[in-house]
């Protein structure tokens, strides 16, 4: 009887992981469509090379992540996957994106320059520290019964790193008023935003996938859900941002590439994150799950800023040590998954 209840759990375990394969295959698949037409857009519009990858190619890779907080808050009640995937997707772009574009490139190594490491990384660090402390203040000022250290993020409270969000947008608006980048005349404007409406349902339909994986494989291994969230619903969400930055580097454009991957990260923690509180209404989260994910953010944020200050380069020997730090995130995840460590308590 035990061995058959072992095999059918084995079974539920592979099915779920094949739905996750899916998704991700769906999510991809929405955001080349997403990825094309808002690189033609920007194009259109004659948008500078650094806003079109902080802010246009961004926000279109970013839809996975927001569109992750919003199916799992209101579908699923589990605002914390959104969180997770969230974290776990800004992990991801910081140690693998960079790393895997330098390896794909051509040449020894990736050009970051002032611009992008002064304003696009500082900018972003500032946004890891506002939502820390919106975390913070909600359980300061509305704490929540239950198990371990809790709050409530309510609508006033995340309107704050959404007015941050704005005055990062109104900076790069200031950077085109300032730019002489002539708009494309020749881009059909009104057919691009048909093919990116169109990535954005396919994306939709993909995320759901990956959110019900996640909850499937967190009730499979009496684990938290958000765990999962971490790896299985960030890793297929970040694919888009993968596929940018890698097309961006491999193109020469280092500068779309990596302003991609903070442009991208700093719209997930300021507008993703914020957006399933302000469509739900007060969400609950436990301060004890969110410090350790936000920890190892933090880690990888001041190893990610050292590595592209330094000779305003990122180096092949750099890139391997961002991917062998994503390795031990895994490894991290993967043993308190199992159980072995509960650095996250349960």
């Known amino acids: 009887m035990r061995d058959g209840y072992a095999a059918s759990s084995m079974l539920d375990v592979v099915g779920l ?88 490139a051509d040449g020894d190594g990736m050009s970051t320059g002032r611009e992008l490491v002064y304003k696009e990384a500082l900018f972003y660090m500032l946004a890891v520290a ?60 009104g057919r691009a935003w048909l093919w990116f409406g169109l990535g954005l349902v396919l994306i939709i339909v993909g995320v759901e996938g990956l959110v019900r994986a996640a909850v499937g494989l967190g009730d499979a291994f009496g684990t938290p859900a958000f765990l999962w969230g971490m790896t299985v619903v960030a890793a297929g969400s970040s ?55 936000m920890g190892f953010l933090i880690l990888a944020t001041i190893v990610f800023f050292t590595i592209i200050r330094t000779d305003m380069l990122l180096s092949e020997r750099e890139a391997q040590l961002l991917l062998g730090l994503y390795g031990l995130f895994v490894v991290w995840l993967v043993l308190e998954s199992v159980g072995v460590t509960t650095v996250v308590p349960t």
């Open 17 to 104: 992981l094949a739905l996750a394969a899916v998704g991700t295959a769906v999510v991809w698949k929405g955001s080349t469509w997403l990825e094309t037409s808002a690189n033609r857009l920007a194009t259109g519009y004659g948008v500078p090379a650094v806003v079109q990858g902080a802010i246009i190619a961004a926000a279109g890779s970013s839809m996975p992540e927001l569109v992750s907080v919003l199916v799992s808050t209101l579908l699923h009640g589990e605002f914390e996957i959104g969180i997770g995937t969230i974290v776990g997707s800004a992990v991801f772009n910081l140690l693998a994106i960079p790393a895997v574009s330098v390896l794909a």
């Open 130 to 189: 506002s939502l820390l402390l919106t975390f913070s203040l909600a359980v300061i000022y509305y704490p929540a019964a239950g198990a371990g250290l809790q709050g409530n993020v309510t609508r006033p409270l995340a309107l704050f790193p959404l007015v941050l969000y704005g005055l990062y947008v109104f900076t790069q608006y200031l950077d085109t008023t300032e730019d002489e980048t002539a708009a494309d005349t020749d881009v059909a404007i």
């Open 239 to 293: 694919v888009p941002d993968a596929f940018v930055s890698v097309a961006a580097a491999r193109s020469g454009r280092s500068a779309v590439s990596l302003a991609n991957v903070l442009g991208s990260n700093v719209f997930d923690l300021l507008v993703a994150v914020p957006a399933g509180v302000l469509v739900a209404g007060t969400l609950s989260i436990t301060f004890t799950h969110i410090v350790p994910m």
